[in-house]
């Protein structure tokens, strides 16, 4: 049984591809994320939506509504700094290819030139 030739031309372009497909994934995953971020900031409700029937009076329309805007607000900027991790994660993967792809052209060239002298 022979050993698998991992610095093989097709081995490093097969993970090469593969992380550049991973890059792919989390940019897209980037993408959805904004488009959740901008509902959720559109998820405003008028005063109107929080006035309730309360005897006791313990919680107020206004109390209601500045709890809901504050989770609002927290779920929504939550979801903005997923865009941005999200896209981090897709640019640290991008160049790991570019470095790994890289790498393997300038050793073959550095061999070329040893082997040649």
């Known amino acids: 049984m022979t050993d698998y030739n991992w610095y093989s031309d097709q081995a490093v372009e097969v993970a ?10 989390w940019f897209d995953l980037s993408d ?6 901008a509902l959720a900031a559109d ?9 309730v ?6 919680v ?4 209601l509504q500045q709890g809901y805007e504050k989770m609002q607000f927290w779920l929504t900027d939550l979801f ?15 160049r790991c290819a570019d470095w790994y792809e890289d790498t393997d052209v300038n050793a073959k060239h ?8």
Do not use: C, H
Not at 43 to 51: I, R, T, Y
Not at 53 to 58: E, H, M, Q, V
């Open 16 to 25: 090469v591809e593969g992380i550049r497909d991973e890059a792919k994934k």
């Open 110 to 117: 550095d061999f070329d030139q040893i082997a040649s002298s």
């Open 80 to 94: 903005r700094q997923a865009v941005t991790e999200f896209d981090k994660f897709g640019g640290a993967l991008k």
């Open 60 to 63: 107020t329309a206004p109390d």
């Open 53 to 58: 029937t309360d005897l006791s009076n313990a």
């Open 32 to 37: 959805r994320m904004a488009r959740v971020a």
């Open 43 to 51: 998820q405003g409700l008028s005063s109107a939506a929080f006035s």
